[in-house]
């Protein structure tokens, strides 16, 4: 049975500070390559800012992305997963809860970072490795 842990691994985990800037943000964002990043203060998750707040919470109402800070536009009501989780255990979460990102914890310490396309990835190459196997299968009788 897979876990959360198999499917985040080792990555990098990115992370800012709540007093750093949107703008400053949205560049580290873009070096990364991430449509969302933890915001952290002293190891503790304080939430989540992704390309959404930019949008809903900065562009439309028209806030200086220069001069904000993150921690005014994050998303605080973050729900996190343990890695020992099920792949189904996250896509539900997310379901339930509305969200498209959840940190991943070890013992409540934040240890990786879920995306919606992380779990779509992961259920992609297990469906196209079944399907190789069952074409070995067939050519093989």
Known sequence: MAHVRDIVGNRVLFSVQESETVAGVARQMADCHV???LVMDHGQLRGVFSERDLMLRVVLQRLD???TPVRDVMSTQVTT???SASPEQAMEAMHQHGCRHLPVTRTGEV???LSMR???DFELARHIEELHHMKAYIHGV
């Open 35 to 37: 449509g969302a990043i």
């Open 65 to 67: 992305p220069e001069k």
């Open 81 to 83: 997963i343990d890695e």
């Open 118 to 120: 992380d779990l779509m």
């Open 111 to 113: 240890v990786g970072f």
